[in-house]
């Protein structure tokens, strides 16, 4: 069968609005990577469901149906392609961009809250019934919370049998399954292997464990992405804004600490250089149920989930930033681990260079924050948490006081619930919620949009960084300009942000220290 190209125009369009079968067959008939992930192609003769790219032959198109979800497809009674692993793709990019009740839920349950709380405590945080949210969900990815959640638990078993010596109770429990008839079950009908069966073929194939296995709670695995990836200058983005002793990294490598629903952590992500699409991840974990909430938030971290070809598609054509997509295709929006860290890092970049706003949190994070019980490197402790930090008097915190009593009262709104910054929020909400804070203005709030809520549409008009690279290109960058200016941008309006921050370096290059230039806004 010759190779069929997919045009990156309406024929995309439809196959990522899931309207067109003829779309999406033409997608898998061409194996094109950059779709796995938005839907999934299950076989009515074989049983069995794949991503696009699975290398096997396609059937016919009688014979195919199409899943928004892997979820969805397991409820259709099908089970996972040995060959392809449909259930290790990149999250739907859908869920991130979407801000109704169905993206939130996406993006909560993928964060392990059905888990945790339950499909009550996910329907709480929503405000809806129970009844009304599953309604939602199995009319736009054709599963409820709990078979999405399911689905999610069949796949971190699936990692923890091929990466990890654990017994299969162990691993059952920490993948969040209620027993270990649950477990065998559900792996036998995703994976149609049993659980020890699926650990023997994974050996017999050559996986790989690289770390030391006597380490309890040590997991390897790799994180998958759509190309292209500018790594270098993702990792560089990083590693300038590392706050000493919670992380370190370079051009290639980042560590952290992680504070987790279980227990803390330690995470190290760098470069798969042996592996395409995908970037190398080695967690240590105090509980290893907690797998699930660190990968995911990994992923927000690095912004693995994003479609850069659609990023390409709207912006490259772009008269102001063609040029600079052009060059760099794939550049990331960077996220967070954790919503209140990165809300705290916004108040404390007010008015200060990148490496200022580095060395004060550092030293909070020295004084205030969670020690580990063993160091590792040079990493010692864990960032402060919003009650730690409500309970402290402005003089306590090693900046002026005004932005102090700004980062107190934060904090005490985020201790209080009053403001909830995590893979659920309502980010127009929260924003409102913000901005009515004494001492929180426009900018901190849409940088904690950018990066701490992953809103791929936030922007910072009155950024001083952003005012250099629209003047360099000869036009007005104050902030009403440049806001009218942006209005091209949207939805991507937060990637526009990372090609008018890098366009003026060339990629690898550190582009954060520079001083913003903001309202005031601490009270006084």
Not at 340 to 352: C, M, P
Not at 491 to 498: E, F, I, M, V
Request: glycine share 10%; hydrophobic share 45%.
């Amino acid at each position: 069968m010759g190779e069929v190209t997919v045009g990156t125009g309406p024929a995309r369009a439809a196959v990522s609005a899931l309207l067109d079968d003829d779309a999406r067959y033409l997608a898998v008939r061409s194996r094109d990577a950059r779709f796995d992930g938005w839907f999934f192609v299950a076989v009515t003769s074989t049983g069995i469901y794949c991503r696009p790219s699975c290398p096997s032959p396609a059937a016919r198109p009688t014979r195919v149906c199409f899943f928004p979800t892997a979820a969805a497809a397991q409820r259709a009674g099908f089970r996972a392609c040995k060959r392809c692993r449909p259930d290790a793709t990149p999250g739907s990019p859908e869920w991130d961009r979407r801000a109704d009740a169905v993206g939130r839920a996406m993006r909560l349950i993928s964060d392990g809250v059905v888990d945790r709380d339950g499909v009550p405590g996910l329907a709480r945080r929503l405000g809806y019934s129970e009844r009304h949210l599953h309604r939602l969900l199995v009319a736009e990815v054709g599963a409820g919370p709990l078979a999405l959640a399911r689905a999610q638990r069949a796949q971190t078993a699936r990692i923890l049998l091929e990466t990890t010596g654990l017994r299969a109770a162990e691993i059952a429990f920490a993948a969040g399954f209620s027993s270990v008839r649950q477990f065998n079950e559900t792996i036998k009908e995703v994976f149609a292997v049993a659980p020890m069966a699926l650990r023997a073929r994974s050996t017999a194939r050559g996986g790989s464990r690289s770390v030391s296995w006597s380490a309890p709670g040590t997991v390897a695995l790799r994180l998958a992405y759509r190309p292209p990836l500018q790594a270098e200058q993702l990792f560089g983005f990083l590693a300038a804004r590392a706050i000493p002793g919670v992380e370190e990294g370079d051009a290639g490598r980042y560590r952290r600490t992680l504070s987790l629903p279980h227990g803390t952590g330690i995470a190290e992500v760098s470069v798969d250089a042996g592996v395409q699409s995908c970037l190398r991840c080695v967690l240590a974990l105090e509980d290893l149920r907690d797998l699930t909430a660190a990968v995911r938030r990994l992923r927000r971290l690095f912004d693995l989930d994003a479609d850069p070809v659609a990023v390409v598609e709207a912006l490259g054509a772009d008269p102001v930033l063609g040029p600079s997509v052009t060059a760099m295709p794939g550049l990331r929006a960077p996220g967070h681990v954790d919503g209140d860290e990165l809300a705290f890092r916004a108040v404390l970049g007010q008015h200060v260079s990148v490496a200022g706003a580095r060395t004060v949190a550092g030293r909070l994070a020295a004084v205030h924050g969670l020690r580990l019980g063993e160091a590792s490197g040079s990493l010692t402790c864990l960032f402060p948490s919003a009650p730690v930090i409500a309970a402290l008097a402005p003089e306590q915190l090693p900046m002026p006081a005004g932005r102090a009593r700004a980062a107190i009262r934060l904090a005490s709104a985020l201790a209080s619930g009053e403001v909830i910054l995590d893979a659920g929020a309502d980010r127009d909400a929260v924003a409102g919620r913000l901005l009515a804070i004494d001492g929180i203005g426009p900018w901190t709030v849409a940088y904690i949009r950018l990066r701490g809520l992953g809103d791929p549409d936030a922007f910072l008009p009155s950024d001083l960084g952003v005012r250099r690279a629209l003047e360099a290109r000869g036009l007005p960058g104050d902030p009403r300009s440049a806001t009218s200016t942006a209005e091209a941008w949207r939805p991507w309006r937060s990637y526009a942000l990372q090609y008018l921050w890098s366009a003026p370096m060339r990629p690898g290059t550190d582009t954060g220290n520079r001083r913003q230039t903001v309202r005031k806004e601490q009270a006084a």
